[in-house]
């Protein structure tokens, strides 16, 4: 069975840190670019950050300098690693994997990933 499985989520205080993560199984994540959404209640879903093949970074300008992304190929798992957290940071997160070339330059077009998690919370409250 394809799937990703994300982990990690949950409640935290504003300027804390948490670490999501995303695990592929069935299938390896070497060829593939990943990318974390985000889905606050009330808002469209949106685009964080991803890594593409290279391993070179797109950001979302509301996370640039406390969000990092980094995959772990001997784990077959991309990590979300969230710092200074905000209360606008809470919303459901999503990992999405899709193959691309290792040229190929990630973004957040939704169509580019066919790999989707279930999603996992993340509720920043003090």
């Known amino acids: 069975q394809l799937q990703l499985v994300e982990s990690g989520g949950g409640l935290v205080q504003p300027g804390e840190s948490l670490r999501l993560s995303c695990e592929a199984s069935?299938?390896?994540?070497?060829?593939?670019?990943i990318a974390w959404f985000r889905q606050a209640p009330g808002k469209e879903r949106e685009g964080v950050l991803c890594i593409s093949v290279s391993d070179s970074n797109s950001y979302a300008d509301s996370v640039k300098g406390r969000f990092t992304v980094s995959r772990d190929k001997a784990k077959n798992t991309v990590y979300l690693q969230m710092n200074s957290l905000k209360p606008e940071d809470t919303a459901v997160y999503y990992c999405?994997?899709?193959?691309?070339?290792?040229?190929?330059?990630?973004?957040?077009?939704?169509?580019?990933?066919?790999?989707w998690g279930q999603g996992i919370q993340v509720t920043v409250s003090s």
């Open positions: 069935g299938f390896t994540l070497d060829s593939h670019a």
């Open positions: 999405a994997s899709g193959w691309h070339s290792v040229g190929w330059v990630c973004n957040f077009g939704e169509y580019e990933y066919d790999y």
